[in-house]
């Protein structure tokens, strides 16, 4: 079956430090998901890439989906307290239906040290 | 306000019990998921419903049965609770989108449910 994998399992940075998280998918995807889910909360929708090659941005955050859509990547410059919690990908298979499941990466648990 | 909600928040009982979890959501979206969360925070979908009708049915335990009364209802019941069901049960729903642009998954706040 579809595996996402998402690396580093934690990652414990200092205050205004840069962070990366990877994915990659076993299969090709259709599309790629990042969500946030903060401690004690639920996971909350980041951004949705769809195209190859795609690099978006929001603010610090710069999400990058692979030419082959196979794996992507979040970038945080220089992180603040705020960007606590736990970071994951997410995707579809590619040729499945609308509403085909969502593969979910193990995700990264970032601390931030101030 | 609440766009997806689940009850109860917290949920502690003894091994070998019934209990359920019921979710709503007043997004009007059409399919509506049930995510288990481990202690390790892997998220691993069980159900998934459209419009009232199941669609995802991951390997789960018969002990666990998904029931959709209406689109923007989805209810978790578990027999026969075990101390590995301990986990954190998250609701989610999603509207229905273009082929190849994803759903965004909209969660609920989850329900911890502790078996002793």
């Known amino acids: 079956g579809q595996q996402v994998m998402q690396i580093p399992q934690y990652q414990h940075v200092q205050e205004g430090e840069d962070f990366t998280t990877y994915c990659n998918s076993s299969?090709?995807?259709?599309?790629i998901q990042w969500y946030k889910q903060r401690p004690g909360g639920h996971p909350v929708f980041l951004i949705q890439?769809?195209?190859?090659?795609e690099v978006k941005k929001q603010k610090r955050l710069t999400f990058q989906f692979g030419e082959a859509k196979k794996n992507s990547s979040l970038h945080i410059t220089a992180t603040q307290t705020t960007d606590v919690g736990t970071y994951f990908c997410a995707g579809h298979r590619a040729g499945g239906t609308s509403y085909g499941k969502l593969t979910f990466g193990q995700g990264t648990i970032l601390t931030v040290h101030p | 306000d609440t766009a997806v909600s689940q009850t109860p928040k917290y949920l502690v009982t003894q091994m070998g019990n019934d209990k359920s979890i019921k979710c709503e959501q007043n997004l009007g979206h059409d399919t509506m998921y049930w995510y288990k969360q481990d202690s390790k925070k892997f998220l691993k979908i069980m159900f998934s419903?459209?419009?009232?009708?199941?669609?995802i049915n991951e390997t789960v335990p018969n002990r666990f049965s998904p029931k959709s009364p209406d689109k923007a209802h989805l209810n978790l019941h578990i027999n026969s609770l075990e101390l590995g069901d301990s986990a954190v049960y998250f609701c989610?729903?999603?509207?229905?989108?273009?082929?190849?642009?994803?759903?965004?998954?909209?969660f609920g706040p989850g329900t911890r449910l502790l078996v002793l």
């Open positions: 989610a729903s999603s509207p229905l989108q273009l082929a190849g642009v994803g759903e965004t998954q909209y």
């Open positions: 299969t090709t995807l259709s599309n």
């Open positions: 419903y459209n419009n009232k009708e199941l669609i």
């Open positions: 890439l769809v195209k190859s090659g």
